[in-house]
């Protein structure tokens, strides 16, 4: 809910209506849950077309990609996103690049050689198993992205948006998130 918070500061409050999904109930504050749904879309993308229709004049996918697990399926997300836009519409995506990191690289690797052994998992390249609050055992699936592959998602979104604009930016080095500004075609 800080993109909320963002736009209740740049914009003021009775300038647009929210609406933030997440299946982590935890992370919503309270005082946000009339505008909160509770939507895991990894398991059901299609519920939030089913939900909200195509209205959407912005749609902000942040902190989120780097969680969603296969190349397939984040196109297809992307697809979905796409679907929820209004005529116009925008779409803006962070894709985690934590492996620009060196620190995050190397904690990276450890954990999910440790996190793959105990779980007997094989990952895809970038995918990792990143530790959550110092808690043992306790593991987060995140994708590395490469630049490579953010390509490979602009391409594809390109059937239906057109890209507005590309950047990086966070982390101390500016540089650990890539975002990509999308508007619907037509």
Known sequence: MRFKK????????????????????????????????????????ETLQALFGSQYDLVA?????????????????????????????????????????????KKALESTSKGSLELGLE???GDCLLGWKDRPSTYRYCHDFTDAEIDAIAAHASRRMGQLRRFRADGKSGDLNTYLVLQKLG
């Open 123 to 125: 990952l895809e390249r």
């Open 6 to 45: 963002f736009l209740e500061e740049t914009y003021g409050a009775s300038a647009f209506e929210y609406r933030g999904v997440d299946a982590c109930d935890e992370l919503v504050p309270a005082s946000c849950s009339h505008e909160y749904e509770h939507i895991d879309i990894l398991e059901s993308p």
């Open 61 to 105: 996918c942040f902190g989120f990609m780097h969680h969603v697990p296969g190349a397939a399926n984040r196109l297809h997300l992307i697809d979905v996103l796409a679907d929820a836009l209004a005529p116009q519409g925008c779409v803006c995506l962070s894709f985690w690049q934590f492996g620009r990191n060196n620190k995050l690289r």
